[in-house]
């Protein structure tokens, strides 16, 4: 039997700044109105182009319509600029969709829900037949596969704003938080655990998580409609088989010179599990807001948004990691971190452990990464590489890692170094803070998120470009 393994190839550009509020009354987009006025009449599902990003005039969602975004190959997120103004009376809805139910007997159709755009896919649930264990949502949050420590552990909650509720009295923990109230870098939301079931028995899959958009308008945002980011809901159970635990909310982000409106709403609510207290629910997302005048007035579905002027972040520098080859064999230059589509397959003869190469610049030389493996069902593992060897601007390192023979498995990778003045050029400070170490992580299918570690203990995501 081949063996498959997807990974993701992580690329990002960010540098060293300070965040600083913008003191005048307007605000540039930075839209070019290339893509003209967007005014859609009926439903509308937009294809995202490779870069996630529309750079239109002016935006009018009448009420009655809903638009929604077609994921891109590398799952970007969505990025909606206007040059003028932007109505939104319809809905834009970017919600994660539901795992698949179990089933009585052995099923192979217990997939996790697929995320929206930016969001991550859910778990799948496990059928007995490659082990008992669910699979782990994908994202910084996905939630732990079911099986632990009974075979009918129901799968835990996805993570994001809000850590992901545990399912099964605890027995399956919920994924755990993570980002910023800012939404720099703009993340999605992350899946739930697939279920757990014995042999003959098929569990429900995890939820996916809902994706990420940013709006941001030269002119005024006005809001009565609804901007809809909802996490995907647990597969239910069957039999004795597990259920799969919800998806998480995702993140809207509003940006523009005006923000106006009243009786519309942001939703980033998690999806519930397939099975009320015994899977976990999704956890909550993330709302931001940022404008000179601010008098929206919106129903936020109990989630406390962040609120603040319109700023921007200057990133000078450009630390990368990459995953650019499996056992020999070339990751392709835009990974999809599919399971139903691997980027890399592996021929039958390929032995375990398998070597991971990896690339990296303006990460110091002597860094080791940690390298994760998230099979299809069954609990993920780590492995830790070879030190960095090279230069600051280029580097290398190799990993370890056992691959499973007989199903697919998605590939991520996570640096974390000291900040000192030959990376940075000089002490940096972050939001008020210095600065002490940087970690880089490669999420699989949704880009590289980049977190500045400060000598208090916070935690500071900024842009990923």
Not at 93 to 122: E, I, M
Not at 364 to 390: F, N
Request: proline share 6%.
């Amino acid at each position: 039997m081949r063996r498959s393994a997807g990974t993701i190839l992580g690329l990002l550009v960010l540098g060293l700044g300070v965040t600083s509020p913008v003191t005048a009354q307007t605000f540039s987009s930075g839209s070019t109105g290339i893509d003209g006025v967007f005014a859609p009449t009926t439903e509308t599902t937009l294809a995202l182009p490779s870069s996630g990003v529309f750079n239109f005039t002016t935006i009018s969602i009448p009420a009655g319509v809903t638009v929604r975004f077609a994921r891109n190959a590398s799952n970007t997120t969505v990025t909606l600029l206007a040059s003028g103004d932007v109505t939104i009376a319809g809905t834009i809805d970017l919600s994660g969709g539901d795992g698949h139910p179990g089933a009585s007997g052995t099923s192979f159709a217990n997939a996790g829900g697929v995320g929206g755009a930016g969001g991550f896919d859910g778990g799948a649930g496990s059928n007995g037949t490659l082990g008992n264990v669910g699979g782990a949502g994908l994202g910084p949050g996905g939630g732990p596969g079911g099986g632990v420590p009974s075979f009918s552990a129901a799968g835990g909650g996805g993570g994001f704003g809000t850590a992901g509720q545990s399912a099964s009295g605890g027995a399956t923990a919920g994924g755990p938080a993570y980002g910023t109230p800012t939404l720099l870098p703009l993340i999605g939301g992350s899946g739930g655990g697939g279920g757990g079931a014995p042999l003959g028995l098929s569990s429900g899959g995890g939820g996916g998580g809902a994706g990420a958009i940013v709006i941001a308008a030269s002119g005024t945002v006005t809001l009565t409609g609804t901007i809809r980011a909802r996490g995907g809901n647990g597969g239910a159970p069957a039999g004795g088989a597990a259920a799969g635990g919800g998806g998480s909310g995702g993140a809207i982000r509003l940006v523009a010179t005006v923000l106006t409106g009243s009786g519309g709403t942001l939703d980033v609510t998690g999806g519930v599990a397939g099975q009320a207290g015994v899977g976990g629910s999704g956890g909550a997302g993330r709302i931001r807001l940022e404008a000179a005048q601010n008098t929206l007035a919106v129903d936020v579905s109990g989630v406390t948004p962040s609120v603040d002027v319109t700023s921007s972040v200057i990133l000078p520098t450009a630390p990368t990691l990459a995953i650019i080859a499996i056992a020999g064999v070339a990751v392709p230059a835009a990974p999809g971190a599919s399971y139903a589509t691997p980027d890399v397959v592996l021929p039958a003869t390929t032995a375990n452990p398998v070597s991971i190469a990896l690339a990296a610049a303006n990460i110091p030389p002597g860094t080791t990464v940690s390298v994760r493996v998230t099979p299809w069902v069954g609990a993920a593992s780590t492995a830790t590489s070879t030190a960095l060897e090279g230069s600051l601007a280029t580097s290398t390192a190799t990993a370890s890692v056992t691959l499973p023979t007989t199903q697919p498995a998605i590939v991520s990778a996570t640096a974390t170094f000291v900040l000192s003045a030959a990376v940075a050029g000089g002490p940096v400070v972050v939001q008020g803070e210095t600065v002490e170490r940087v970690r880089v992580t490669t999420t699989p299918g949704g880009g590289s998120v980049v977190a500045y570690l400060t000598r208090t203990g916070r935690e500071i995501v900024l842009p990923a470009r």
